[in-house]
């Protein structure tokens, strides 16, 4: 459980609470016994999250992916994917610097992340790539969000390079056979073609 201490900070317990009875086997009360995780808890949240971003890693990703694959598969449910790449990225570093890039990829995660459903699961992907899991999500909707968030980006004004674009490919889940590296390698396929055609653009694989 999650506790809030008296300063505000928050820690973490491992509670086991036990029923007390009486002689006559009549319940009078509950006994709990504590134990800090906080330390195993940081640990834990430290192993999937991204160092530079904040945002999950790619462990996490995959292991929400094929959670969510495997419960898409099982309820009969729609799941999508969008991978989403900062585009021209290499000229940022080779212009800017690097930490000039690390700090364009701080806003796109952040935007991006502030501008998902509480429901989508959000992380770096690799590099410059990020990738977004959507449940219970077609690709209409889906589609629909890239749009919204290729727009978001392309309209903020990032703090030392001005203006920055990403590109978007768009999966769905389309049989129950389809596995997590084939419905990656669809919204990849998309991402390039939507980098080929002309960048800041969303493309829908088919």
Excluded at 12 to 22: A, L, P, Q
Excluded at 192 to 204: F, Q
Aim: hydrophobic share 35%; charged share 30%; aromatic share 8%.
């Amino acid at each position: 459980m999650k506790n809030l201490a008296k300063d505000g900070s928050s820690f973490w317990v491992y509670e086991t609470i036990s029923t007390i009875y009486d002689e006559e086997n009549q319940k009078i009360g509950y006994t709990a016994i504590s134990h800090d995780i906080t330390h195993r808890k940081k640990v834990e949240e430290l192993s999937i999250t991204d160092k530079l971003t904040g945002v999950h890693n790619r462990l996490k990703l995959d292991s929400v992916l094929t959670y969510e694959l495997n419960q898409s598969k099982r309820y009969q449910q729609e799941l999508s994917l969008i991978i989403l790449d900062v585009d021209d990225f290499k000229s940022v570093n080779d212009n800017f610097g690097h930490q000039t890039g690390d700090s364009v990829l701080k806003e796109i995660s952040s935007l991006i992340k502030s501008n998902c459903r509480q429901t989508d699961t959000f992380g770096r992907w690799g590099g410059e790539e990020f990738l977004i899991i959507l449940p219970k999500t077609d690709m209409l909707q889906a589609a629909a969000l890239a749009e919204k968030l290729k727009n978001i980006v392309q309209k903020h004004d990032f703090l030392a390079v001005g203006y920055q674009t990403c590109s978007f490919g768009v999966s769905t889940l389309k049989k129950k056979t389809q596995s997590e590296q084939k419905l990656v390698e669809e919204a990849d396929k998309a991402l390039y073609e939507a980098k080929r055609s002309g960048k800041n653009r969303v493309v829908i694989s088919r």
